[in-house]
């Protein structure tokens, strides 16, 4: 935070998430969220500072917050991440008691993986 004092620039998506990587290794989660956020705010498609906040909203126990990030992370990209990211977006509505949604999202992973064992039995 005494960065951006110095350094005015240091609001730039660029920065910002260079800043919050530099946050995360000083264990300092807050700030890192609040840098991601302004990321993904303003660059929506960058999937890396999405994934580094959903991961950062789960370990800290935001699970519904983080589950938005997921949503859209499992919509967009090369099929092996929606793939990742949809089993994701399952476990996490199992874990928050979402039958529905995880039902939902198990179906999902069968579509993109029909031999996805996991998702076949959790289905029946």
């Excluded at 303003?42 to 699970?63: F, I, M, N, Q, S």
Aim: charged share 40%.
């Amino acid at each position: 935070r005494r960065l951006e004092k110095v350094i005015p620039e240091v609001r730039s998506t660029d920065v910002a998430a260079r800043l919050a990587a530099a946050l995360v290794d000083d264990g300092d989660t807050e700030g890192a969220l609040e840098r991601l956020t302004f990321v993904v705010e303003r660059r929506p498609e960058d999937r890396v500072a999405r994934r580094k906040l959903a991961e950062l909203l789960v370990e800290g126990e935001e699970t519904k917050r983080a589950l938005e990030h997921y949503r859209r992370l499992a919509d967009d990209g090369a099929p092996e991440e929606k793939l990742a990211d949809t089993r994701t977006v399952a476990q996490l509505c199992a874990n928050v008691g979402d039958e529905a949604g995880a039902r939902a999202a198990y179906a999902r992973v069968v579509e993109l993986d029909p031999e996805d064992l996991e998702a076949v039995e959790r289905l029946r």
